[in-house]
């Protein structure tokens, strides 16, 4: 039997950094607004006939296998992997594929996507199966372990659910509301946003540290921004909820002019140009995604100046991303050998 398991990646469109424990606990609640996008990390289980468990990364193209998956050996390039295998345990007698398609560090959640993809699809053979928001906590402690600082949870809900979502944090846990299903707006959405890679990649968990060590330190102006950045979320949330695009860029734009101050690294001269020469193209706002200083960049742009800001972006050396917003979660697939 072969298990198949795909996960979209996501843009994270405002209110990210507030998603990870203890800012949104002193800021009385937090909310981070995403897109799934159709850009996927996917998984494969392929039953073998010797018993034991193999683990198979083809970003890395690198291998390892123990006789049980508890065996599998933590640390190295694999330890991420391992540690999902590890936990959930299957019966020795399998081979674990993974593949991310999209670049590493692109700041578009694709370790989250890919732990969502993994956790599912072993979750899927287990006999006693942990729910999706369990699988989601489990994950996020999973991967704090693995990369060995804090990590938010706002990624791993488009991995699971699809769709462009706002995931609400409070004293009560995590809660995720879907924030548009109306096609057309949608589809106004997929003509309106242009998706590039704006720079080389960089460690966001670094950055993410940074934010809030500065928050934690009760640095005035991190602090400011934060709680700024919180009611430019509650903007975005009101202006989609009512389907004015106009007032959603106008909050995409402020959210990059409070994040790229937050932390030294969230911006560089590189991006601050490329955003510069993409508005007086007619660009009306862009952002980077996760936690900046490279990787992806969101754009919100109108159609008739489509053309003009892509040719901008590319100029400063952008490279387009083809992508749609994706109504699609985990998805997983069962076929006979």
């Known amino acids: 039997m072969i298990v198949a398991a795909t996960t979209p990646n996501r843009v994270d469109l405002a209110g990210g950094t507030l998603d990870i424990f203890p800012l949104y606990i002193f800021e009385d609640f937090g909310l981070t607004i995403n897109m799934a996008v159709g850009l996927t990390s996917q998984v494969w289980l392929e039953q073998l006939e010797k018993k034991k468990v193999v683990i198979y990364s083809k970003d890395l193209d690198l291998s390892a296998e123990a006789a049980t998956a508890s065996e599998l050996r ?27 398609n999209v670049r590493k560090g692109s700041g ?37 372990q693995s990369i060995g600082t804090m990590t938010g949870k706002q990624d791993y809900f488009p991995a699971m659910f699809g769709g462009l979502n706002v995931i609400w944090f409070d004293v009560t846990g995590a809660r995720r509301e879907e924030l548009v299903s109306d096609p057309s707006l949608l589809e106004e959405l997929n003509k309106k946003l ?13 950055t993410n540290w ?19 950045i919180k009611e430019i979320a509650l903007e975005m949330h009101a202006a989609l909820k009512r ?24 911006t560089n001269p590189t991006i601050d140009r490329m955003i510069e020469n993409a508005a007086r193209s007619g660009a009306i706002a862009s952002k980077l995604c996760g936690a900046g200083g490279g990787g992806s960049m969101i754009t919100f742009v109108e159609p008739e100046k489509r053309a003009a800001v892509i040719e901008s972006l590319v100029n400063d050396g952008a490279q387009v991303i083809d992508f749609r917003i994706s109504n699609r979660g985990l998805t997983i697939e069962t076929e006979p050998d």
């Open 243 to 266: 389907g004015d695009l106009i007032a959603f860029a106008q909050a995409l734009r402020k959210e990059w002019e409070n994040r790229r101050d937050l932390a030294e690294g969230v």
């Open 194 to 206: 242009v998706l590039t890679f704006a720079g080389e990649p960089r460690f966001s968990a670094l």
């Open 74 to 100: 933590l640390g190295g390039p694999l330890d991420f992997l391992a540690r999902i295998t590890r936990f959930y345990d299957p019966p020795p007698g399998w081979k674990i594929t993974t593949k991310n």
């Open 210 to 228: 940074a934010m809030v060590k500065n928050y934690l330190d009760g640095n005035q102006k991190t602090v400011a921004k934060m709680h700024a």
């Open 108 to 144: 578009l959640g694709a370790s989250s996507a890919l732990l969502i993809a993994l956790s599912g699809a072993l979750n899927h053979i287990r006999d006693e199966k942990y729910s999706p928001l369990e699988i989601i906590d489990i994950g996020a402690n999973l991967e704090a």
